[in-house]
């Protein structure tokens, strides 16, 4: 994995994934799901609140 | 269209030039370009070089084989980049034309940060469709060029990796949108947040500013508010990998990008129609708009100028007039309807525009003072035009006569400059709310004269309309040494790109 220079934030990496439409939202819960697995095995604590995401119910619009 | 290639003009005076000798060779960095490990910008005479490391040289050959990249240099969209041998150190080398002038978006008008905003969305839909991408998105990449917005970071593209969000989309919200939403959508001028913060508004700054009306928005609900929440919720969580491994694809980015384009086109500001009108109605503005016009040309052909900075340039009119005799005009004005109109009707080769307040104009700021140049360190003018300016300066902002003299003088070349005495009807306006013991001495003509005279020699003159304003060409005198002058710090930087 190659990183750039500038910092995307986290939350706005997935954020683009829910505005892409349909298939996004599958992406970004996927992706959200992945972290948190992730975190839970390494520290046996909850990545954070999925809320946010689950919330986002219907396809981007803008 | 293409980047004018010229070469800046020699510092009007001695005091005016940069205290080091002028760089001649690739070593002297622009200091506001560091930030990209890939890429970065060295002043290299009339030419700014940018030296590429192997990363940055990767990104290029990927992008000069597409058609893409050849289509947006001949239309202007993107600067001339031409391969020059590299130095020791360096993996390539690029030449792009050293612009004429750089401005930054806290001075730009709102029209012209949406046709960045704009600018930077086209190029990157275009370089999905090439299979590259764009590694940021700010507004320091674009320039404008003969009143035309021009990407001016060819180290910003790279090639698409599979799986990768658009790493600039945060970027892209705080720099570009946000500001622009604040303006159309709140009303309120984005200039000062960007000056105050060279990040841009947060997206949890941004949804506290929503007004009310806003909120429910579909776009507000999606790249502002939910923005803000799962910025806060997954903090500095990384998510990178698990999105490609999820599937993301470019597919998603370049629906997110088409539906920002949309937005940003749909959006308008209000007040840039009330420019014209509110200003062609003062009386003075016909009546001495002629003989103005003369008096200024008559300079042109006497000094030969070739950077003229038009402090208080209202319409752009006389900037315009020392554009078509071959100057850099520098148009420079707090009132943005009028330079919002002014860049909205193509104004054409030879004109900048800068949208700053002159009782408090764009300090030198961003990392360790220099990032960014003062607007000062930057105009470097061979001719001032202080039309209709020092009234507003003295009445309005109380700035005192002999201040505002010195200032002039400061910059150390001819100035042309309109006196306007406190009988005139926009005095009196201007100082309705205020006491005479509550003004400045010093603002009658006899005494503008003699302060003029400890800084200029006056080699023309000519009294306008009522008698109540007189224009003076003025030439600076000889500096006795001490005087201390407006340009500090280093070599202005040609290049803006982060």
Redesign the interface.
């Known amino acids: 994995m190659i990183f750039g220079y500038l910092d995307p934030g986290s939350g706005s990496m997935i954020l683009q994934a829910v505005i892409g439409g349909l298939a996004g939202i599958g992406v970004a819960f996927k992706a959200y799901r992945a972290r948190r697995a992730i975190n839970k095995a390494e520290t046996g604590s909850e990545a954070g609140d999925v809320s946010a995401v689950e919330e986002t119910t219907q396809p981007a619009e803008s | 269209m293409s980047a004018r290639w010229r070469k800046p003009p020699s510092p009007p005076s001695p005091e005016l030039a940069h205290p080091e000798p002028a760089p001649t060779d690739v070593s002297t960095p622009d200091p506001g370009s560091f930030?990209?490990?890939?890429s970065r910008v060295v002043i290299d005479g009339d030419k700014v070089v940018r030296l590429l490391d192997e990363?940055g040289l990767e990104g290029w050959r990927s992008l000069s084989a597409t058609k893409f990249f050849r289509t947006a240099v001949a239309d202007g969209r993107l600067i001339e980049s031409v391969e020059v041998d590299p130095p020791d150190g360096s993996a390539a080398a690029l030449a792009h034309p050293r612009l004429d002038f750089i401005s930054y978006p806290y001075e730009w008008t709102f029209s012209m940060l949406r046709d960045a905003a704009l600018l930077q969305l086209d190029l990157l839909e275009g370089a999905l469709g090439a299979g590259l991408t764009i590694?940021?998105a700010t507004p320091y990449n674009v320039q404008f060029v003969d009143g035309r917005p021009v990407f001016i970071d060819v180290g910003s593209f790279e090639a698409y990796?599979s799986g990768e969000?658009?790493?600039?989309?945060?970027?892209f919200?705080r720099q570009f949108l946000f500001p622009l939403l604040l303006r159309a959508w709140a009303g309120v001028p984005f200039q000062p947040w960007l000056r105050g913060d060279l990040e841009g508004p947060t997206?949890e700054q941004m949804a506290k500013l929503l007004p009310a009306g806003k909120r429910l928005n579909?776009?507000a609900l999606?790249?502002v508010r939910?923005?803000a929440?799962?910025?806060?919720?997954?903090?500095?969580?990384?998510?990178?990998?698990?999105?490609g491994?999820?599937?993301?694809t470019a597919?998603?980015?370049l629906?997110?990008v088409r539906?920002?384009k949309?937005?940003v086109a749909s959006l308008e500001w209000e007040g840039a129609d009330q420019g014209w009108s509110t200003y062609v109605e003062c009386s003075h503005v016909t009546r001495d708009r002629a003989t103005k016009g003369e008096f200024l040309e008559a300079a042109l052909d006497r000094l030969g100028s070739r950077r003229v900075v038009d402090l208080g340039a209202n319409d752009g009119h006389f900037s315009q007039i020392a554009a078509a005799k071959g100057a850099l005009a520098v148009a420079v004005d707090s009132h943005e309807p009028v330079l919002d109109a002014l860049y909205r009707g193509r104004p054409g080769p030879g004109l900048a525009i800068v949208l700053t307040d002159l009782a408090n104009p764009s300090p030198s700021q961003g990392w360790a003072g220099r990032e960014r140049p003062s607007l000062m360190e930057r105009a470097r003018p061979d001719l001032v035009i202080a039309y209709g300016l020092i009234h507003h300066l003295i009445y309005g902002a109380s700035i005192p006569p002999r201040e505002v003299v010195r200032w002039l003088s400061s910059f150390g070349c001819p100035v042309l400059v309109e006196f306007v005495s406190p009988a005139d009807e926009m005095v009196v306006k201007l100082v309705g709310n205020k006491l005479p013991h509550e003004l400045h001495p010093g603002g009658e003509e006899a005494d503008f004269r003699a302060l003029l005279q400890q800084h200029f020699a006056t080699v023309a003159e000519q009294a306008l309309g009522e008698g109540t304003r007189v224009l003076f060409a003025l030439e600076p005198l000889p500096r006795a040494g001490g005087e201390p002058v407006i340009t500090t710090g280093g070599e202005p930087a040609m290049t803006s790109d982060g």
Do not use: C
């Open positions: 930030r990209d490990p890939a990363r590694k940021d990796r969000p658009w790493i600039g989309y945060r970027q919200t997206a579909t776009s999606l790249h939910l923005q929440r799962m910025e806060s919720r997954m903090g500095d969580r990384s998510v990178r990998r698990e999105l491994e999820a599937g993301f597919d998603l980015i629906a997110n539906k920002l949309k937005l």
